[in-house]
């Protein structure tokens, strides 16, 4: 079962324009929402993350807009560079017995044209 | 240099083999994971452990066991038993269970043939 819906799978963006990555969620004891970043043959780097009391969040070229009420979160890549080109994974935390837990999204393969 | 390393790089081995992963991390985080992650699934947990001696069941378990004798080390053992092994596989840590980031180690690429 998905937890955590991403899309899209793949996204193609121009050099100098703006890459935007969607997520959804459904559990509203979700408390913590991450965005990773991963190149090919590594493992995932935290980029950015954003918690529900905030609707906005921006680090750098990084944005992430949160909307509680409709349970989404998104990725805001301004001034895209072909070095923007990498798989970016939302996800979200969930607590548990034993402590905080991660979902993640299925991936979204970005590539930026220069 | 502080981080997590995970060797080998790339393993390949037979049908019906065990096989085990390792993981060190040098960060003196409490909680540690494992995750597998396969095209366009994302990644899911596998096992995740909190405190030395101590460990949990993540989403799919099921062919795996791990140990945590040192709080350094996390090593995962692939077993016969899980159905299909070939995968890209991620160990993170955290600071502790409490804490919500999680840092990745580099992966290592199991082929099983």
């Known amino acids: 079962q998905q937890q955590v819906k991403q899309s899209p799978q793949s996204l193609i963006v121009q050099k100098g324009g703006i890459s935007i990555i969607n997520c959804a969620y459904e559990?509203?004891?979700?408390?913590?929402f991450p965005w990773y970043q991963q190149f090919p043959g590594k493992g995932p780097a935290l980029l950015i993350a954003i918690r529900p009391d905030v609707s906005e969040k921006k680090e750098g070229r990084f944005t992430i807009s949160f909307n509680k009420s409709a349970k989404q979160f998104s990725l805001h890549i301004m001034d895209s560079q072909p070095g923007d080109s990498a798989t970016y994974f939302c996800a979200a935390s969930r607590p548990s017995e034993y402590g905080n837990k991660l979902v993640f999204g299925a991936g979204t393969i970005l590539r930026v044209k220069s | 240099d502080g981080g997590i390393t995970q060797s080998p790089k790339y393993l390949f081995r037979k049908e019906g083999q065990n096989v085990t992963l390792s993981c060190e991390q040098n960060l003196n985080h409490d909680a540690m994971y494992w995750y597998r992650q396969d095209p366009g699934q994302g990644l899911r947990l596998i096992y995740y452990s909190q405190i030395v001696n101590d460990f949990q069941k993540g989403d799919i378990a099921e062919g795996y066991s791990v140990s945590r004798e040192k709080k350094e080390s996390f090593p995962l053992t692939v077993t016969s038993a899980q159905k299909n092994p070939t995968a890209f596989y991620l160990c993170?840590?955290?600071?502790?269970?409490?804490?919500?980031?999680?840092?990745f180690g580099p992966g290592t690429r199991l082929t099983v043939t």
């Open positions: 559990n509203t004891a979700f408390d913590y």
């Open positions: 993170a840590s955290s600071p502790g269970l409490s804490s919500y980031e999680q840092y």
